[in-house]
């Protein structure tokens, strides 16, 4: 096994692996959106899907759905693509439903409670409401795309989630507020006493550890704090009279700037920190879904951890890991392992922690269990914690705003009347009816408040009415085109980011994000409701 | 498709409609370069976009580790033609003879066979045949001949990034131009690798760079021999031992020395198809093509970047380079060879120098036998200061003026 996947285990390794062998993936719509979706996920070893829909293979889905062929003409279209995709991996199973698609039946719902994630590709706008409201009290993610000629957008729904950080995102060496190991490590040494090739060879870390103490006795024990502050410590360090070109010197400049500054908790986490969930969960914990309670009494003694003096004091717990820097191999070795050992530590007081909380009576009855192992995983990325919104979006009551209305939010926007458009006259809009695009102007207009008034400069004005004009005319022309190569593109980004929210390794697009094949980019939506 | 043929772009002023779009897509000959996890992609998108007369050429055979992402091949294909199996697989699905499979280097090509071509789509791994590929098209621009102008694009991927350009050989930036923000192999200074490790990594390279070269003499490090790279793993593992360095794994001395870049279906799929999304749009003008660059990094959220790349006008293959070297005279000419070697600026790996006369030739036999003397004799006896040399290398479809000035 490994080996066929060796090439994708170098990025998210066998934990992520594991997650994807152990993952089941629900996809509703088998067009060539659904199917190349599903084939970026059956290739890097899911362990089963189940596809729904309700045509049978005609001409169209030949020109476009490379898991077809003519001899599928009239077979069911779920069930040909289905056999089609599981000849690319022996090891994924591949199920199927003939099944209509109008509504959200009790038998989708049977299915959707045995999925990791579920897909939407191309469903109309009451299908997704309804399964993204169902979804979210279970916890499972939703993404929801739809393409329209070279246009494409996606939105994914999570309530709650954390992804394993890489190291090369996240370096947590807390120089400016060193704990007590490392800096008595960094008392220490006396770069005085030792011979030049030795202290070419101080880890920077020591030396801006030293530096930041020295700044901060002439600033009256302050940490710099604005930019020209930390430009003076930059200045500081490189005033320094060993500071002669060294490596070792030479990094610490580099760095100066970057770990000056006192330690702030990411916002995100705070959102999770802050969260409701975190009193309810050892209030009513009946009231958090079974499948989410782990993560919150993680969270609530992650909670607790940070807000006890003697324990993370403030902080998160320590990551425990050391970029690679100019150091001679003895030195190098004794910091990793303080760094390695304070992480232990932290890891272990939350791990405490959550024992005591599932101890309690309330917990106790839910038998939710958390290992070691758990606990440390979770730690080690907490600086990665996702929570987007303490309640479940309103998709069929909102109506969208978006702080800034450029060309991303008026495609995004002009999709989403689209398909309100198929969903009311079964077909998408287009040039055989004159009515067509005054129709599609009045829904933009409904769904999304800067249709009516886009922008109060008169020059922008002008510039986005134009692309407003344009992207309407875009879409009479593509008249709901499924482009293979915008699919394909779509099936691509869409399996990205299911595999990212799968593998809790990356950073997943929280929010929406329009492709725009015309000219060549994505752009990021912020379409959510800011809740807290 | 037919809607956007028949119907103007607001995008893009210039199109005009025309119902015969089709037709000019499904004619135009189009030539995939690699048939690895970019190619199969483009294989596909290309055929479900109407283009019927395609070429693919790819000299590699299927491998284990390539069934991850490279759809059109099955676990019974391992060990065939990637070209050959992926032309047929598309073939059959679609009922029809529209891509002809070439299992070949591009290297053994001529110009001839590249010149049938309209339009080139590149799904390549090595920047070796990427910068071959850019010079061998720049190189056959002939500026009375409009049709032998044909665009490149070209895509990329590492991990959960990638990049589209699309390359009009003399036009924009070719491959060439852009050399120095190519991404390099990690190396690690030598010193680290010997004094002061630190990493996994730097122990495995003790063990490949260092150590095998003393212990076997004579014997090349083979990455793919699973009994080399045991040896590698446990020397390295040794040695990390001593200095209580954690973390060596046999992947991992797999990875460092055979340089494995991570490669994913979903990256590929995003790359491929905006490739052959490029190419539609280039052949049928129904909207703006991209120009010329577009970054597309997936790690963090999704993040892409368009921008345009500017024309080096001292291009060594598009421009008119002039490259002075400054060395003193009583250098070999062997050794003159190595600082051509590793010149930043040339990048060259085998080179063949001449002047009036032929300095050294790495081939044909007979030529570098004659020349090899030359290569022990000291450069003022083969020509004077300031001398401009005509360097080849295969690397190279073209030739290098290089200037050679005395230091003494
Ligand atoms: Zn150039």
Known sequence: MSQR?????????????????????????????????????????????????????????????????????????????????????????????????????????NIIETCTI?????????????????????????????????????????????????????????????????????????????????????????????KLKEYKKMNGGKLPSTFKEKREFKNLVEADKYCTGEENFMEAVENAIRYSGEYTMPTRVLQVLNSSNCELVVSNPDKIQFKNLAFWVMARALRDFVHCSTEGNGKLPLTGTIPDMKADTKRFIEIQKIYKNKAN????????????????????????????????????????????SSSKP?????????????????????????????????????????????????????????????????????????????????????????????CALFGGLVAQEAIKLITRHYLPVENSLVYDGINSAFYSINDKEELL | MNSFYTQPSAFEPD???????????????????????????????????????????????????????????????????????????????????????????????????????????CGLDS??????????????????????????????????????????PTLNACHECASSMHSKKVTYPICTIANTPRLPEHCIEWASVVQWPKVHEGLKLDADNIEHMQWVYSTALKRADEHGISGITLSLAQGVVKNIIPAIASTNAIISASCVNEALKIVTGCHPYLNNYMLYVGDSSVYSHTFELEKKEDCLVCGNAKVTIEVSKTITLEELIEEIKI???????????????????????????????????????????????????????????LTVTFTD
């Open chain 1, 394 to 486: 309103q998709l069929s009551t909102r109506k969208l705003t978006f702080p800034t209305f450029e060309l991303g939010e008026i495609m995004y926007t002009a999709n989403l009347a689209a398909q309100t458009f198929n969903q009311t006259y079964g077909r998408f809009p287009s040039n055989s009816d004159i009515n067509d695009k005054s129709i599609l102007e009045n829904l933009c207009q409904q769904v999304c408040t800067n249709w009516n008034n886009p922008q109060s400069d008169q020059n922008d004005q002008d510039s986005t009415e134009t692309l407003m004009k344009n992207v309407i005319a875009e879409f009479i022309r593509s008249n709901g085109a499924e482009l293979h190569t915008t």
């Open chain 2, 15 to 121: 199109f005009v409609p025309d119902a015969n779009l089709s037709d000019r897509v499904a004619e135009t000959k189009v030539l995939v370069i690699g048939a690895g996890g970019l190619g199969c992609e483009i294989l596909k998108n290309l055929v479900l976009s109407g283009f019927e007369q395609i070429h693919v050429i790819d000299m590699d055979t299927i491998d284990v580790t390539n069934l991850n992402r490279q759809s059109l091949f099955r676990d019974a294909d391992v060990g065939k033609p990637k070209a050959q199996v992926a032309a047929e697989f598309v073939n059959t699905r679609v009922s029809k003879n529209v891509i002809t499979a070439h299992y070949n280097r591009i290297q053994d090509k001529d110009e001839e066979f590249y010149r049938q071509f309209e339009i080139v789509v």
């Open chain 1, 345 to 388: 530590q932290d890891i272990e007081k939350v791990y405490n922690r959550v024992q005591d909380l599932l101890k309690s009576n309330l917990l106790k009855s839910t038998f939710c269990k958390l290992t070691r192992q758990d606990v440390e995983t979770f730690c080690h990325n907490s600086h990665r914690l996702l929570f987007s």
């Open chain 2, 127 to 168: 920047l070796d045949a990427r910068r071959w590929v850019s010079a061998m098209f720049v190189n056959m621009v002939d500026e009375s001949d409009p049709s032998s102008l044909k665009p490149i694009i070209d895509g990329g991927t590492e991990g959960f990034k990638g990049q589209v350009r699309v390359i009009l």
């Open chain 1, 118 to 210: 579920v897909i939407l590709c191309n469903q109309i706008p009451t299908l997704v409401n309804d399964i993204v409201d169902f979804c979210w009290d279970l916890g499972i993610p939703v993404i929801s795309c739809s393409v329209n000629g070279f246009i494409g957008s996606t939105s994914t729904f999570i309530s709650e989630h954390f992804i394993e950080s890489h190291e090369d995102q996240i370096e947590d060496l807390r120089i400016s507020e060193p704990f007590n190991e490392i800096e008595e490590y960094s008392d220490g040494i006396d770069l005085d006493e030792l011979d030049p090739t030795d202290r070419a060879h101080i880890p920077y870390i020591v030396i801006l550890i030293k």
């Open chain 2, 343 to 401: 010149n930043n600026s040339l990048q060259l790996k085998k080179p063949s120098l001449r002047t009036d006369k032929n300095l050294y030739m790495q081939a044909p036999p007979f030529l570098e036998v004659k020349s090899r003397p030359n290569l022990k004799k000291q450069l003022y006896e083969l020509f004077e200061s300031n001398s401009t040399l005509t360097v080849t290398d295969p690397s190279l479809m073209t030739s290098v003026s």
């Open chain 1, 5 to 109: 996947y060796d090439r994708q285990i170098r990025l998210w390794n066998l934990s992520g692996q594991q997650e994807l062998a152990n993952a089941k993936v629900g996809v509703f719509g088998s067009s060539a959106l659904g199917s190349e979706t599903l084939k970026n996920l059956v290739l890097p070893g899911i362990k089963e899907f189940v596809l729904l829909d309700h045509r049978i293979v005609s001409d169209v889905d030949l020109l476009s759905n490379f898991y077809v062929s003519k001899n599928n003409l009239g077979q069911s279209l779920s069930h040909t693509v289905t056999q089609l995709l599981c000849e690319l991996n022996p090891q994924v199973a591949g199920n199927y439903l003939q099944t209509d698609l109008s509504k959200l039946s009790q038998e989708h719902k």
